[in-house]
């Protein structure tokens, strides 16, 4: 459920006529609150989460957002009583459900918050990394599980799809830098770990776990699409699937560890494989929430007006002022009496 709020400056008057019209013909759209305050008219809508997109679209294109006025998108938990809105109504009823989602706003603000190259990113990549190492030489699963949860790697891989679909070069530089810097510190990680374990605690020979590490068979392309389409649903709102299970299933960060252990064991053909196992589960899944997100119909965010309109422009004010100053002028002129 989401609540939507839209601010329209009350001049000029047509703006906010054409935001009612949109609503409630267009949109079909019968509950609304409407406040009007001396300079800005406020509506309040509540609404599926799926139905959002369009809501936006059609106010997009009279204006409302790009050109004046302010859309605000809040998350609702609940309401009191229950506002049940999970069906489609008027003109959404016939539209296909595969297409349904978020709006792309909210889409981009979580993918953005993931993506970005931070210091805590590169921390947890670190400690990702070396759990991941741990897990890999003690030939122990319930590490490397640990491992995938605390690994941010999704974000980045995201974000480079996202910012493809988008055609965004601020995100798709941010999402490179990410994961190309991530990456590399991973491996680096895992060859520092593997340098420890090998001349200190002299370790034996590659385990089990580093050893299937290797270049990729059917099943790991079959599990990467798996998780890939997964993914895309999940970050698109439409299924709420877990996100720790996904990267679990897709199993990012031991390959990349083993990148390192291996070239430490001066094992090379290991370290080739982990290296295309590591490159084509980051492949597929790109390939695979790139058509998710096709199919979802995201779209590139069409750019907005440096200043807002909306929230009691100053010239406006401006004018009133001029104008109220104009009329007591005249009225203290007419008021006169004649001597």
């Not at 799926?50 to 409302?64: A, C, S, Y």
């Not at 595969?98 to 709006?103: D, N």
């Not at 990456?183 to 680096?188: D, G, N, R, V």
Request: proline share 5%; aromatic share 6%; net charge positive.
């Amino acid at each position: 459920m989401r609540l939507i709020q839209i601010t329209i400056p009350n001049i000029p008057e047509e703006n906010v006529e054409r935001v009612l019209k949109v609503l409630q013909e267009d949109l079909q759209i019968k509950h609304m609150i409407m406040l009007k305050s001396d300079f800005n008219t406020l509506i309040t809508i509540r609404h599926r989460k799926t139905f959002v997109p369009e809501i936006i679209d059609k106010l997009n294109e009279i204006g409302v957002g790009r050109s004046y006025g302010i859309i605000d998108i809040l998350s609702l938990e609940t309401t009191i009583p229950r506002f049940d809105m999970t069906e489609p109504t008027g003109k959404m009823k016939g539209k296909m459900k595969l297409a349904e989602r978020v709006s792309v706003e909210e889409i981009e603000k979580d993918i953005l918050e993931n993506s970005e190259p931070t210091f805590n990113y590169f921390l947890f990549i670190i400690l990702s990394a070396i759990i991941a190492g741990v897990g890999l030489l003690t030939n122990s699963a319930i590490i490397l599980i640990a491992s995938m949860i605390l690994s941010p790697l999704m974000g980045p891989i995201l974000g480079l799809s996202f910012s493809i679909i988008t055609k965004n070069k601020w995100v798709l530089r941010k999402s490179l830098i990410s994961q190309i810097v991530g990456l590399l510190m991973a491996i680096s990680a895992g060859l520092l770990l593997g340098l420890f374990s090998r001349f200190v605690i002299q370790l034996p020979k590659p385990t089990t776990e580093m050893q299937i590490r290797t270049f990729p068979n059917l099943f790991d392309i079959i599990i990467a699409i798996c998780g890939g389409i997964a993914v895309g649903f999940t970050v698109t709102g439409q299924i709420k699937s877990s996100i720790v299970g996904i990267a679990i299933a897709l199993s990012l960060m031991p390959p990349a560890s083993n990148v390192g252990l291996a070239l430490v064991y001066r094992d090379f053909g290991l370290t080739l494989g982990s290296l295309i196992l590591l490159i084509s589960n980051i492949l597929i899944i790109n390939l695979c929430t790139l058509l998710i997100f096709k199919l979802k119909k995201i779209k590139r965010i069409r750019a907005v007006l440096p200043f807002w309109k909306g929230a009691a422009p100053e010239k406006i004010i401006k004018e009133e002022v001029v104008e109220e100053e104009k009329v007591s002028f005249l009225k203290r002129i007419f008021s006169r009496k004649p001597k």
